[in-house]
């Protein structure tokens, strides 16, 4: 598969959209999350289409809500806007608590199209592997970067680990890395 002018037009809206955004705490640019979820979706057999929701898949949540999955359908087409809303877990303002919001999102993991759970499960992976390698240079701090806490964060990539709809290769990179983190936690105390 070759990538089309469609997917140039993506990477520019995701570069004005999040451009001055930077990953929690560690002061990466978020675009290389966005270029890394975007990049697993291909890896792992995505189209063009799921590779461009991956590009966007936090527009909806972190850039203007519904409103921005408009101008994503109207530049991207209903597809890729679908699979946005369904990676996103509050599309307006003023979100639920960090707790609810997360189970309502994990509650409706099983009911996404398997293209929408191609990009979270992507997305996931790439968060986890960040996780874990930030959790190895910096230790506890850490978790100062999520609303969920150290504990929040643990219980929720494990409830992640539960859904089975990931191409098994995912599947088990997540796995391990989710050991990982388990096993970081428990020696780390």
Excluded at 14 to 26: M, N, P, T, V
Excluded at 65 to 88: D, N, P, W, Y
Aim: overall charge negative; glycine content about 10%; proline content about 4%.
């Amino acid at each position: 598969m070759m990538l089309s002018e469609r997917y140039r037009q993506a990477l520019d809206f995701a570069f004005d959209l999040h451009r001055e955004q930077q990953r929690k705490g560690s002061g990466v640019p978020y675009m290389a999350h966005l270029l890394g979820v975007s990049s697993l979706v291909l890896e792992f057999g995505g189209d063009e289409d799921l590779a461009i929701a991956g590009l966007l898949h936090d527009a909806v949540e972190d850039q203007g809500g519904l409103v921005t999955a408009e101008q994503i359908r109207a530049r991207f087409g209903e597809k890729v806007a679908g699979v946005v809303l369904e990676c996103t877990d509050s599309p307006s303002e003023p979100r639920p608590p960090w707790h609810e919001r997360k189970q309502a999102y994990l509650a409706k993991l099983p009911k996404v199209s398997e293209g929408a759970a191609l990009v979270v499960a992507c997305d996931k992976l790439y968060n986890l592997r960040t996780i874990v390698s930030d959790l190895q240079s910096t230790g506890d701090l850490v978790w100062d970067r999520f609303s969920g806490g150290k504990a929040g964060v643990i219980w929720y990539y494990g409830e992640l680990g539960k859904h089975k709809r990931a191409p098994p290769v995912l599947a088990r990179q997540f796995a391990a890395h989710l050991e990982e983190l388990q096993t970081f936690q428990e020696t780390a105390g």
